[in-house]
């Protein structure tokens, strides 16, 4: 590993040195309460697009710091999903303003304000306790908005779902999920979809979910099985499908994971990059998640160019033989690391 692919690895799960941003934008709105940070982490390939995320934070650093890592990582997504698209994301921190209306539409028209502020260098997308209808508030404002009029995540599915075939033909050295074993950690949007997708393909589903009732629908539907949320990322499987929370696959994890291929839609599923290597000395096949669930900005960008669904289906589809090849490219080595070099590849290409 080279000095600089060892540093584009870290930068992806540890905290970013906040000189590395392009920019990092700070707002405040006195009359509706509103904190948010915007990080747009490099524009080399077009404007910063990425989610706003509405959680609570511990301290104003972490928040800047959160901010500044996803928008590394959207970098790295576009740039393998072969996108026109910089690497940006928003954090809110207004812990005290309720999350309801009308304060709500207020908080988001201030955010909004910010968002036009940058002229288009950051175009926001809906991520972690944001909806729809805050990117309607957004674009009310005069900022570019993405995600708007139709929900991504049955395209983040389909590429999970492609990204998960091609880890299981590199272990198994199967075309299909037929009789193979699919845990999928969270019903939600994307999961849910995912889990369809695998039992419609012949896998026997195990579905956990901290909502016992959407585990049991989404179970019912697959015709398969609810899993302890405590127990589904160690239950025996062939594969595991983190499509919830982060950094599921801790270094205490590993030594008793039973699956062979991990491959979900959740972002960061390592916790860190040590546990790749940990993963590949037990033989588990790792799909990097940053070119796994990349079919929801895909879709996106498809919707903003009108394209129909054919070509949005193929593009979204494209992740399965990008998976193949970056595992193939891999070896026995690190398949993120492959990304990563060949994200910068392409950032090196369009800065020529
Ligand atoms: N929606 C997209 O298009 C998209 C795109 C890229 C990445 N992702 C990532 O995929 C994951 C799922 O996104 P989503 O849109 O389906 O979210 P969602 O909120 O619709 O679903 C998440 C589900 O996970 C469940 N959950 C939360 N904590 C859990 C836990 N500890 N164990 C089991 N279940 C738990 C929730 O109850 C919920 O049902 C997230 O990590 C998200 O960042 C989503």
């Not at 870290?10 to 392009?22: A, C, G, H, M, Q």
């Not at 306790?129 to 049955?154: E, F, H, N």
């Not at 099985?225 to 239950?235: K, L, N, P, S, W």
């Not at 960008?301 to 033989?321: E, F, K, N, Y």
Request: proline share 5%.
């Amino acid at each position: 590993m080279s000095d600089s692919d060892a540093a584009g690895r870290r930068d992806l799960v540890d905290p970013v040195d906040p000189w590395t941003s392009e920019q990092v934008i700070t707002y405040a709105d006195e009359t509706t309460g509103l904190r948010a940070v915007i990080a747009i982490d490099d524009t080399t390939l077009g404007p910063g697009f990425g989610g706003v995320r509405w959680r609570p934070y511990p301290s104003t650093a972490a928040a800047i710091r959160e901010a500044q890592r996803l928008a590394r990582a959207m970098t790295f997504k576009h740039a393998l999903a072969e996108l026109p698209y910089g690497g940006a994301k928003s954090v809110i921190m207004a812990d005290g303003v309720t999350r309801d209306e009308p304060a709500r539409r207020a908080l988001f028209e201030a955010f909004g304000d910010a968002v036009a502020r940058t002229h288009g260098l950051y175009i926001p997308g809906v991520d972690m306790g944001t909806t729809l209808a805050d990117m309607d508030v957004i674009r009310s404002r005069g900022a570019r908005v993405y995600c708007a009029d139709a929900d991504p995540s049955p395209w983040t599915a389909r590429g999970a779902y492609v990204a998960m075939r091609a880890g299981v033909q590199r272990a198994y050295d199967v075309p299909t999920l037929a009789g193979l074993t699919v845990a999928v950690q969270g019903a939600g949007n994307v999961g849910g979809e995912l889990a369809r997708l695998a039992a419609r393909d012949g896998a026997r589903v195990l579905v956990a979910d901290v909502d016992a009732e959407r585990a049991a629908s989404v179970a019912a539907e697959c015709g398969g099985e609810v899993v302890d949320v405590a127990e589904v990322v160690t239950c025996e499987c062939d594969v595991l499908a983190p499509s919830a929370v982060a950094r599921v696959v801790t270094m205490d994890v590993v030594p008793r994971l039973r699956c062979r291929v991990i491959a979900g839609a959740a972002n960061d599923i390592l916790d860190e990059p040590s546990c790749e290597q940990a993963l590949s000395e037990r033989g588990i096949t790792f799909v990097p998640d940053f070119v796994a669930n990349a079919g929801g900005v895909i879709h996106e960008h498809a919707r903003a160019q009108g394209w129909d669904d054919a070509r949005l289906t193929a593009a979204v589809d494209a992740i399965g033989p990008r998976v193949t090849d970056l595992l193939e490219q891999a070896g026995d080595g690190s398949a993120v690391e492959a990304a990563l070099s060949r994200g910068r590849a392409r950032l090196a290409a369009a800065r020529r």
